[in-house]
C-alpha cells in the first residue's frame, strides 16, 4: 500500500513562500508517479505540478514560474517549493501518487495524501 503524508503547510503574506514535502512510504518513490494537486472552497480538486519518471516537470499555467516541484530519491519525499504567493493560491494542498507502469505510463488508482492547509494573505 502506498502511503503519503504531506507538511509544510501555513499561513503566510502574499509575496512569500512555503515548502511542502510529502514523505512516501510502501513503494519507492521511483516507482511512483508524483504530483501536486490543490482544492479550494467550492472548486474542483486541480492539479499543480507533476513529475514524470526521467526527471521532467510540468506545470499548471497559474503556477509556472512561481512553483518548483522536485524529489528526493534517497529520502522517498517530493517537494513544492512554492515563491510568489498569491492570495488565490490558498487552498489545501494534496499529494498525489499512481504506481508506475512503465517508463512513461502510470497505473490508473491514485493514492492520495491527507493535505496541508496553505493560506495566503494580502
Known amino acids: 500500500q502506498v502511503r503519503l503524508v504531506e507538511s509544510g503547510g501555513g499561513s503566510v503574506q502574499a509575496g512569500g513562500s512555503l515548502r511542502l514535502s510529502c514523505a512516501t512510504s510502501?513503494?519507492?518513490?521511483?516507482?511512483?508517479?508524483m504530483a501536486w494537486f490543490r482544492q479550494a472552497p467550492g472548486n474542483q480538486r486541480e492539479r499543480v505540478a507533476f513529475?514524470?519518471?526521467?526527471?521532467?516537470?510540468n506545470y499548471a499555467d497559474s503556477v509556472k514560474g512561481r512553483f518548483t516541484i522536485s524529489q528526493d530519491n534517497a529520502k522517498n519525499t517530493l517537494y513544492l517549493q512554492m515563491d510568489s504567493l498569491k492570495p488565490e493560491d490558498t487552498a489545501v494542498y494534496y499529494c498525489?501518487?499512481?504506481?508506475?507502469?512503465?517508463?512513461?505510463?502510470?497505473?490508473?488508482?491514485?493514492?492520495w495524501g491527507q493535505g496541508t492547509q496553505v493560506t495566503v494573505s494580502s
Open positions: 510502501g513503494y519507492t518513490i521511483i516507482s511512483l508517479c
Open positions: 498525489s501518487a499512481q504506481k508506475r507502469a512503465g517508463p512513461t505510463s502510470c497505473y490508473a488508482q491514485v493514492y
Open positions: 513529475i514524470t519518471g526521467d526527471g521532467s516537470t
